[in-house]
């Protein structure tokens, strides 16, 4: 749904509007005849999109354009006028128009035009927001484990426990994290007596560390080093706080383990940074690949494929030791470079699982059953290989790729959570370049 703002003070203009953009259902049109009248709405209601025109008394396009970018720099704002004039396009361009569209005489053509740069802005504008949730969400989880001895908990501002990861709920005796979850973190503690009324001044203290004795699920003691930080949003105010809690006779083994967990986090954080900023142009497949490489045990075969319209399910890239390449060429029969399957017209979804976990199906699954099951089985007995972990790429509800690991004999991948996190920040990024070349595309071919 998109809740759209028209402002224009022709009066046809605004009624053609409603029935070419609202008649589908799912525009919401609302509409103001003047600039003033559009900044009075603007201060009670939130819109995806704003269209105006560039002739309007009192206060032009352009002039509500400024007006809105002084506290609205994200809304999409489009300029929709019969006014053609370079410098008047360009200064609504670089006073933060995101479209400037001619009206014209074929009224159904150019609010077909006027529709797809709306559909183009929001969709742009709404990949840009999921990305930033991504990246908060990737930010949030390292604060976590920079914190923790070992095991974590993350709370809200209320004292509120969130999630509690594997470690944490081990240590307190738990194996079900629904059992924690909207318990209060002073609950698990017997000393010293901490209440909810004292969250207010750890988001004053910013930070705190010492020693307590905590309470376990079958009512059993131990003592525990704590470790707590608030964690801040983009504007400074606190999303809530990390707990960080060890077992005192734990707590060498834990500080190896967190040292690797920290390595690859910062690795996922720089990667992370490092694609956002790639050229159009780059092997964006290639380098999430590579970065696999890095985060998946020794010996593993790294394998990307994208789901393109057709469907056509292409295998973008592939990474690991030259001889386990060539012994899957040859089981295949054709070079894994482009290699491409037809799948028939179905929803691809199903097969393919949400998070890192062990693929049902194996190579037969990841390759959506297009392989000869001969094929797939000489695969599966190669030395090297042991089982298949991996993840689609998805968003909108849609799979647009698969990711997979051929995990060598006896590893374990220990940071599943960590690479579910990496390809949810990959799926935005790619998201958001798949829309940036979409409205290329329409910039370039408006018609």
Known sequence: MIRLLHVDDDRTILELSGYFLGGGGDIIVDCALSGEAA????????????????????????????NVRQTDPVTPFLLFSDQMDEEIVIEALTS??????????????????????????????????QHEQTSSLLRIREAAFRSSLCPIALCDTEGRIQYANPAGLAIWGYTDEREVIGRYAADFVVSPEISKDDIPGLFAERTWSGCAVARRRDGTTFNARVSV???????????????????MSRQNRARDQLDSVIRDIRFVTESASTM?????????????ADALSQLAPPGSLI????????????LEAVRGEEGAIAAITRAIGRPLEDLSFHPPAVDLGPFLPHSFIEVEGGINTITFGLLPHEVCRKIEELPFFEKVIGRGLWWEGKLHGVTAILLPPGSIPVNTELLDLFILHCSAVIQRREAEQTLNSSLCNPS
């Open 303 to 314: 394998v990307l494929s994208s789901v393109l319209k057709g469907p056509v399910v292409k």
């Open 96 to 129: 933060g128009a995101d479209f400037f569209l001619p009206k014209g005489h074929q009224v159904r053509s150019q609010f077909i035009q006027l529709e797809h740069a709306i559909r183009e802005t929001v969709k742009r504008r709404r990949a840009e927001e």
């Open 229 to 247: 930080n608030v964690v801040e949003g983009e504007s400074g105010a606190p999303l809530g706080f990390v707990a960080a809690f060890s077992d």
């Open 276 to 288: 956002i900023d790639l050229p159009p142009d780059a092997d964006i497949y290639g380098f999430i």
């Open 39 to 66: 900044g009075d709405m603007l201060k009670s209601k939130k819109y995806d999109a704003i269209v105006a025109d560039y002739h309007m008394p009192g206060c032009n396009g352009i002039d509500l354009l400024k």
